[in-house]
T-cell receptor, first 114, second 111 residues
Framework: EAGVTQSPTHLIKTRGQQATLRCSPI?????VYWYQQALGLGLQFLLW???????NRGNFPPRFSGRQFPNYSSELNVNALELEDSALYLC?????????????FGAGTRLSVL | GENVEQHPSTLSVQEGDSAVIKCTYS??????FPWYKQELGKRPQLIID?????GEKKDQRIAVTLNKTAKHFSLHITETQPEDSAVYFC??????????FGKGITLSVRP
């Protein structure tokens, strides 16, 4: 069984540009979560999607947005990139709603903003 | 919202010794507490979890204890090995079912 897959592996952008990150959950999982992992800051919760709806959002500005498609894959969009957006972006999926369902992580997308 | 803190931020132990990592949480309604291990350059992986109706759970060399009154939970690793060296994250669910992670602790096992 394939795990959570993310693309691209690395992404290099310049300040002010837009970035799109993609995530495919484990087959059968309906919930997708996005986290930002910046150096020394642990895993910061960004967004949670379930059944195509945004269920919860972390303390990030509106230029961080996303969506979940009918096949449960998800996209994270970051507009007007800033230097401090450089981080590893991790996607996780779980069987259903809520954090009681175990979250399985992808390998992440390393975003570098120059 | 939920706040999860880990102590200490780094821990170094001799191979074969035990390691204990402690976490505290703020939301008394939290009911699920997973621990993730992240090796250098790899994705976080769940190593053990505990739910609020249980005080302790063990899986081979790893155990987790939960004290709901004090709002803290701990990861215990016995007979540490070099491959245990990694960053360990604790997490907790708040009333909104959102999983909140601690900042992580870097465990180094000295051969």
């Amino acid at each position: 069984e394939a795990g959570v897959t993310q693309s691209p592996t690395h992404l290099i952008k310049t300040r002010g540009q837009q970035a799109t990150l993609r995530c495919s959950p484990i087959s059968g999982h309906t919930s997708v979560y996005w986290y930002q992992q910046a150096l020394g800051l642990g895993l910061q919760f960004l967004l949670w999607y379930d059944e195509g709806e945004e269920r919860n959002r972390g303390n990030f500005p509106p230029r961080f947005s996303g969506r979940q498609f009918p096949n449960y894959s998800s996209e994270l969009n970051v507009n007007a990139l800033e230097l401090e957006d450089s981080a590893l972006y991790l996607c996780a999926s779980s069987l259903g709603q809520g954090a009681k369902n175990i979250q399985y992580f992808g390998a992440g997308t390393r975003l570098s903003v120059l | 919202g939920e706040n999860v803190e880990q102590h200490p931020s780094t821990l170094s132990v001799q191979e074969g010794d035990s390691a204990v990592i402690k976490c505290t949480y703020s939301d008394s309604a939290s009911n699920y507490f997973p621990w993730y291990k992240q090796e250098l350059g790899k994705r976080p992986q769940l190593i053990i979890d505990i739910r609020s109706n249980v005080g302790e759970k063990k899986d081979q060399r790893i155990a987790v204890t939960l004290n709901k009154t004090a709002k803290h939970f701990s990861l215990h690793i016995t007979e540490t090995q070099p491959e245990d060296s990694a960053v360990y994250f604790c997490a907790a669910t708040g009333a909104n079912s959102k999983l909140t992670f601690g900042k992580g602790i870097t465990l180094s096992v000295r051969p």
